[in-house]
């Protein structure tokens, strides 16, 4: 009797290691993707929280044209919020608007070939833009034009609900 239960007990206590086998290994595999338990994580979802709150005070985001706004005040070429991020988090920090299927840089202390990364994309196969275009926020590692970085990005949405720019927020990993 006591083999009868034992084997009947075995069997599901193997399948429950082996399926925490294989979902260990799918974390594995996915961490690059997973959010930031890094040095960065906090002082970016503390970061990502005030470029949130710093546009919110200007009022509802909306786009006018191919222009981001929030409220009255155009973001476009506007680097307060991002350059007041980095002095004090010494992050990089972008907005991007919705452009056709992607979302282009329109303020940004991301810096390309010695300026201002405006006007480039968000790159369009990347992890990021998957979970913006699904309305999710996206936290871990990426490449930004060349090089990796520990971020976070979110959507930012109009007041109808539709995705129409993202907030980002990042450290290089290596300077």
Known sequence: MFRKNFRN???????????????GCATVA??????STSEHGAK?????????????KLGEPKIDGNALLFGTTKIDADYTI?????SKYGCTATFFVKK??????????????GNRAVGTPLDPNGPAI???????AFYGIVD???SKYDTG????KNAAGEIIGVYYIGYPLSK
């Open 100 to 113: 056709d299927d992607g979302f282009i840089r329109i303020s940004t202390n991301v810096i390309k070939d």
């Open 44 to 56: 970016i979802k503390e970061a990502m929280a005030e470029i949130k709150s710093e546009a919110a």
């Open 144 to 146: 930004i034009l060349g």
């Open 130 to 136: 998957a979970a913006i275009k699904k309305g999710e």
């Open 82 to 86: 991002v350059d007041a991020l980095k």
């Open 9 to 23: 007990l075995i069997r599901p206590v193997l399948s429950l290691f082996v399926l925490c086998l294989v979902m």
């Open 153 to 156: 990005y979110e959507p930012v």
């Open 30 to 35: 996915r961490a690059e993707d997973a959010p």
